[in-house]
């Protein structure tokens, strides 16, 4: 299966980024269920509207350690790339002994697709195993390379 993701950035009125990745979704994730599946430009608010604070309820924490060449192959870059298109938020640092730690928080289904990522990471790496520790929310906004 294939997802084709759109992620617009809207900087002011007059100026806005976007940003298009294909990607190819292991079986696990064919059942994935994408906002707004028949949204149109006629469904655009007027005004802004601020999230409903349930969304931070919805939202889980994980703690990644990312073993094996991990160092030195983009993989801070790529991690960061995936977080931001997918709207995850937290940190990735290099870690003594050549690992890659990975805070990061985001609702459900776009956080196990991350987890996923992580575990591919990018062409040059080699990802040996990935530790998963299921932690309390932090509150993070946006997503950062330390």
């Known amino acids: 299966m294939h997802l084709l993701l759109f992620k617009i950035s809207l900087y002011s009125e007059n100026q806005f980024n976007l940003l298009i990745d294909l990607w190819d979704l292991p ?9 707004f599946p028949n949204f149109s430009t006629s469904q655009l608010p007027t005004s802004h509207i601020p999230p409903p604070t349930s969304h931070i309820l919805m939202k889980q924490s994980v703690i990644l350690t990312i073993h094996g060449h991990v160092q030195g192959v983009g ?36 956080l196990q697709l991350f987890i996923h990522f992580c575990r591919q ?3 040059h ?22």
């Open 27 to 35: 079986s696990c994730f064919t059942n994935l269920q994408l906002p």
């Open 75 to 110: 993989f801070r870059y790529f991690v960061k790339q995936k977080a931001d298109l997918i709207g995850i938020s937290g940190f990735v640092q290099n870690k003594m002994a050549g690992l890659v730690y990975v805070e990061a928080e985001g609702e459900e289904e776009p």
């Open 121 to 123: 990471g990018p062409s």
């Open 125 to 146: 790496a080699w990802v040996e195993k990935v530790d998963v520790q299921y932690c309390p929310v932090q509150g993070f906004i946006g997503f950062e390379r330390r």
